[in-house]
T-cell receptor, first 121, second 113 residues
Framework: GAVVSQHPSRVICKSGTSVKIECRSLDFQATTMFWYRQFPKQSLMLMATSNEGSKATYEQGVEKDKFLINHASLTLSTLTVTSAHPEDSSFYIC?????????????????FGPGTRLTVL | QKEVEQNSGPLSVPEGAIASLNCTYSDRGSQSFFWYRQYSGKSPELIMSIYSNGDKEDGRFTAQLNKASQYVSLLIRDSQPSDSATYLCAVWSRWGNTGKLIFGQGTTLQVKP
């Protein structure tokens, strides 16, 4: 399957600082990437859909000014958690659809990056 | 609200038995269905995708889809301790001109040696 990487895998930061997480598609071009957050013992919750060359689409309840998403190229999307607080501590995972149906939004399989564990002290 | 429901478990089966994991979904227009396996502390890993009614087999795994009943299941034959993980059912749902994966809360499977 398609390969998606994330960096860093783990980050610990002080409250009030900003953290940037990178998500890369290694063997395909991804026009759309997805950012999820997962708290312990809970399922994945979609935060936003990242579209190359345009603004991200945020899910209801997700602060777009706090979680800045940039998708400047077809292989890289970044999520910046600004002014992080302990309640932002979570497992952040990106994903992308593998190349599939031409035209329209592919419903092909989503492949996930390995995730980034964020701990805010 | 489009939803995907799973029994959180834990589902405990002895080694070598068949594990049966179930999932229901609310969006009748959904066309794409997925099962992911997630080990503790790791990201989800795709096991199966299914798009048509009926069964789809891949090794020890069989996915079953019944769109009329809005029901998806995953059977794991000859369960192994290494199959112990959380299994996430996911359904692709259309939202206007876009779409997204809706996840169930996951079922924890424990395979006992």
């Amino acid at each position: 399957g398609a390969v998606v990487s994330q960096h860093p895998s783990r980050v610990i930061c002080k409250s009030g600082t900003s953290v940037k997480i990178e998500c890369r598609s290694l063997d395909f071009q991804a026009t759309t990437m997805f950012w999820y957050r997962q708290f312990p013992k809970q399922s994945l919750m979609l935060m936003a859909t990242s579209n190359e060359g345009s603004k991200a689409t945020y899910e209801q309840g997700v602060e777009k000014d706090k979680f800045l998403i940039n998708h400047a190229s077809l292989t890289l999307s970044t999520l910046t958690v600004t002014s992080a607080h302990p309640e932002d501590s979570s497992f952040y995972i990106c994903s992308s659809n593998s190349p599939g149906v031409a035209g329209g939004l592919s419903t092909d399989t989503q492949y996930f990056g390995p995730g980034t564990r964020l701990t805010v002290l | 609200q489009k939803e995907v429901e799973q029994n959180s478990g834990p589902l405990s089966v002895p080694e070598g038995a068949i594990a049966s994991l179930n999932c229901t979904y609310s969006d009748r227009g959904s066309q794409s269905f997925f099962w992911y396996r997630q080990y503790s502390g790791k990201s989800p890993e795709l096991i199966m995708s299914i798009y048509s009614n009926g069964d789809k087999e891949d090794g020890r795994f069989t996915a079953q889809l019944n769109k009329a009943s809005q029901y998806v299941s995953l059977l794991i034959r000859d369960s192994q301790p290494s199959d112990s993980a959380t299994y996430l059912c996911a359904v692709w749902s259309r939202w206007g001109n876009t779409g997204k994966l809706i996840f169930g809360q996951g079922t924890t499977l424990q395979v006992k040696p």
